[in-house]
């Protein structure tokens, strides 16, 4: 069952039209989608996933719903151009929860959850041929440490990535538990109490694997160009690295001209597009960390165009 993080928050701060024009970048299992579609009874839901399982599954929970709607499938990062094609130039609102949904972590073959053994997988789009046994198998020592330090944040990267290539030089690594044992050895025991010691690893290698740092400052950007006035651009992120990006992206949109910062009336013109509406990040609430624990390191963050 998927639950999906901060909806209430997400779907307030939207403040949905009901002829509105809406975007959600990340459908995954409908569950931002569906409160949106049941509030714009004459607007339009368009929606982005690349991943087949849950595109169906979306497909027939949408329905029940309403017709005023269309799935894309595609990367997100392919946003304006897709929706160009549509002849979709200027929205109204646009959604993105950046977080692996509970049915991808929870279907043991995609090889997304450190918590069940299952083949080396992690594609978000399953018709890409580069998965994380690729990563894990190929990637140079160096290169490893990299991922794991970058998009994992993982203080033993070094000695993780020392293992890895120690172990499948004597045979491939082909399964999560596999990679969990190797990660398991490289730390300390006091390294193994506090979290589960494969949780920055697996991140990393799942970043990798689907690009999902790369694309997103470039996302962030096009999905603003496209916001009508006082449209409105909500993003849900789950580690810091995320959140930083889309937290400096909106910084860099609404910033001031500096040579007229400060000036008590500042010409129209000088003005920047966006202004930052959430200056704190919003979290989740106790409630909802009750509930779900995976919503524990979700942030969010809007931004409204305001000319």
């Known amino acids: 069952m998927h639950i999906s993080v901060m909806l209430k928050e997400a779907i307030d701060n939207l403040q949905i039209k009901e002829d509105g024009i809406y975007v959600d970048c990340t459908l995954g299992y409908a569950g931002h ?38 799935i894309i499938k595609s990367n997100f990062v392919f946003l304006k151009e897709k929706l160009e094609e549509l002849g979709i130039t200027q929205v109204d609102g646009i959604l993105f929860d950046l977080g692996v949904s509970s049915p991808q972590l929870d279907n ?47 203080k033993y990267a070094k000695s993780i ?19 969990v044992e190797i990660i398991k050895k490289s730390m300390p025991e006091k390294a193994k109490r506090e979290k589960h010691p494969a949780r920055k690893t697996f991140q990393a290698i799942r970043i990798e694997v689907n690009h999902e740092l790369e694309i997103l400052e470039k996302s962030m950007k096009d999905a603003a160009s496209i916001l009508k006035k006082n449209g409105i651009l909500v993003v849900i992120t789950f580690h810091s690295l995320e959140d930083k990006i889309v937290k400096n992206t909106f910084q860099e949109l609404s910033k001031i001209d500096p040579i007229v910062k400060g ?14 509406v959430t200056h704190k990040a919003i979290t989740p609430s106790k409630e909802e960390l009750e509930q779900n624990n995976r919503s524990r390191s979700a942030k969010l963050r809007v931004l409204k165009r305001i000319k």
């Open 263 to 276: 000036l008590p009336h500042i010409p129209e013109n000088y003005l920047p597009n966006y202004e930052i």
């Open 108 to 154: 043991e073959e995609r090889g997304f959850s450190y918590h069940q053994d299952a083949k080396l997988d992690m594609r978000m789009d399953q018709s890409n041929p580069f998965s994380a046994y690729d990563v894990v198998n190929s990637y140079s020592e160096q290169e490893l440490v990299r991922i794991l330090f970058q998009y994992g944040e993982e």
């Open 33 to 70: 989608s569906s409160e949106i579609l049941k509030r714009i009874k004459r607007g339009h839901l368009f929606a982005f996933d690349q991943d087949q399982e849950a595109i169906d599954a979306s497909q027939k929970k949408l329905s029940e719903i309403g017709s005023n709607f269309t």
């Open 161 to 179: 990535a020392r293992n890895i290539v120690k172990v499948r030089e004597e045979k491939k690594i082909e399964t999560t538990f596999e990679l």
